[in-house]
């Protein structure tokens, strides 16, 4: 939801939520004690700690290990109240104040109050606790407070020990009383409460972090069970008070590759795979494969080009934007995919609310005469154009279609370099280490464009993963998230879009919904707007009577 979340490969579909029922659903449990699914997954990047799980992988856990104040809804992406009961906003914007529920525990049966929201938060947002989502909090009272700057980025000077280490603008005004205060008002924050950063962590964390890390202690609608390498283990927690209850027992994420995921849901040993491989999409066989249990579901996510501005290789914007132009989007779309995927011209996507198309205007069209042209005025020289990916994720075939438009466009040899293992990628990004084009991709956590440009392109932000700054998009952005006025705000972040473009950061390609399917084994299969992910608070096995 990523970070970046890494996209698999997948097709375009309309941004509507899947709902395919074979026998009715409802909010309760009352499954077979013993019920059990298995879901595709990935092995997460870290420990299941929300203020630190920010791929994919471990999103897809944390979803439904931890509770918060929102959940979005499977079916509209919007937020809707879980923990929360209520929820004023003052009549400025710039505080807001969530009345919690009663009576709401953790896994190890401590009641959840006020004081686990702003004790997570505090340390989230601090900087020297290196949580990857510390920069959500980006406008609350205080955060300036409780984060610095490295002072030479890579270098071996250390960021300065912040002035403190709580924001004031996070109070537990009583047990059950949480009050959220910003310095100016923040409309989107109302949409992010729902994302694993806001989630409240229990005593037990700031007690033993070590121990906590191997078995974490959520509040969510699962449990932690059991983390081995190849899978990792969740059972219903029978005290979670939201208002819609799992109904199966048990769910195991076997972390597998998309193409062997995707031959087991086919032979019905895996119950749930969100994302179709590319041999699945070629003529479009998962329709005959897996029909009457596969379809589209909706899905906020883009396919991306990431360049390491931290490598002096890639400081020229004119080598950055050659490449972009020099890549056809629909041929990709139409030959790989079958015309699935929808190239965008923007670093957002179709359907995404307060979004419009067309900020990276003729910077994201195909014109191999113009990227020729500018790249001849960049000292790349002969140099080969590398690309790299995760071997295991289903992209070698349109980076290597890619990189062969690269090469006719601009005459220089280009190559897909994949390396082996998702992780090893993340750590590569995560330590600055990447010396190559690196294929990126982001899945909306909040269905806000906001969600699409601050965490990614703003200075120092959770998922500024290459380096990327520019003072006035920075101010061009946080002018936009001040903004009440929608139509306004929509303009103001189209403006901060039209200048990362300039500076082409990175390549926007295609939106990347998803095609899911399912084993005969699941009935009432949900998948989520945002996530793409099942809904496993609506998922159902079938009775075989």
């Known amino acids: 939801m990523r970070r970046p979340r890494w996209m698999a490969a997948v ?43 920010s791929e994919a992988g471990g999103g897809k856990i944390v979803e439904v290990l931890y ?67 510390s920069s959500f909090f980006v406008g609350v009272k205080g955060y300036e407070d409780v984060t610095s700057e490295d002072p030479d980025g890579d270098g071996p000077k250390k960021a300065p020990t912040p002035k403190k280490k709580e924001m004031s603008g996070v109070k537990a005004l009583d047990d059950y009383t ?45 449990k932690f069970v059991k983390q081995t390498a190849n899978s990792i283990v969740l059972e219903r927690f029978e005290d979670y008070q939201g208002p819609k209850k799992p109904s199966i027992k048990t769910v195991e994420f076997r972390f597998g590759t998309p193409e062997s995921d995707y031959d087991a ?53 004119n080598l950055r934007k050659a490449i972009s132009m020099a890549i056809d989007r629909q041929q990709i779309s139409d030959k790989i995919y079958g015309g699935s995927r929808t190239p965008v011209k923007g670093y957002g996507v179709p359907n995404l609310p307060l ?8 910077l994201c069209e195909h014109n191999p005469e113009k990227a020729k042209e500018l790249f001849d005025k960049t000292d790349w020289g002969n140099k080969p154009i590398e690309i790299t990916s995760n071997a295991d994720g289903g992209h070698k075939e349109w980076i290597e279609a890619v990189c062969g438009q690269i090469e006719d466009a601009l005459g220089v040899e280009c190559k897909f370099v994949p390396v082996q293992e998702f992780g090893v990628i993340r750590e590569m990004v995560n ?28 200075t120092g932000a959770s998922s500024n993963d290459n380096g990327y700054s520019n003072p006035k998009v920075d101010a061009k952005l946080a002018e936009a998230d001040a903004t009440v006025d929608d139509e306004e705000a929509a303009r103001l972040y189209h403006e901060a879009e039209e200048l990362i473009a300039q500076d082409m950061p990175v390549i926007p390609l295609w939106s990347n919904p998803y095609i899911a399917g399912w084993s005969e084994r699941l009935e009432n299969v949900k998948v989520g707007k945002l996530t793409g992910e099942l809904d496993l608070l609506s998922v159902r096995i079938k009775s075989e009577d």
Request: glycine share 8%; hydrophobic share 35%; charged share 25%.
């Open 11 to 53: 097709a375009l579909v309309p941004i509507v939520a899947l709902t395919l029922t074979a026998c009715g659903g409802d909010d309760g449990a009352g499954e077979a004690a013993d019920s059990k699914i298995t879901v595709s997954g990935t092995a997460p990047e870290n420990p299941l700690v929300p203020g630190n799980t």
């Open 67 to 133: 509770s918060g104040l929102m959940r979005y809804d499977s079916d509209t992406g919007e937020p809707v109240p879980e923990h929360a009961e209520k929820v004023d906003v003052s009549e400025d914007g710039k505080k807001i104040t969530y009345t919690l529920k009663k009576g709401w525990k953790f896994h190890d049966g401590t009641e959840i109050k006020a004081e686990h929201y702003v004790k997570a938060w505090n340390y989230t947002a601090y900087t020297p606790n290196a949580q990857q989502h």
């Open 178 to 222: 949480l009050q959220v205060e910003f310095d100016k008002p923040m409309p989107a924050f109302q949409y992010k409460v729902g994302y694993s950063a806001f989630m409240p962590l229990p005593d037990a964390f700031f007690e033993n972090k070590e121990a906590f890390e191997k078995k974490p202690i959520g509040s969510g609608p699962f």
């Open 265 to 317: 849901v086919r032979d019905n040993n895996l119950d749930f795979l969100n994302n179709m491989p590319p041999k699945a999409l070629v003529d479009n066989v998962w329709q005959q494969d897996l029909k009457g249990r596969s379809g589209p579901s909706g899905n906020l996510s883009i396919q991306e080009l990431s360049f390491p501005l931290y490598d002096p290789k890639f400081k020229d914007p």
């Open 355 to 362: 979004w419009e198309d067309g900020a990276c205007g003729e």
């Open 431 to 458: 330590n600055r280490e990447m010396t190559q084009i690196y294929r990126a991709g982001w899945g909306a956590d909040y269905p806000h464009v906001e969600n699409f440009l601050n965490p990614i392109f703003r």
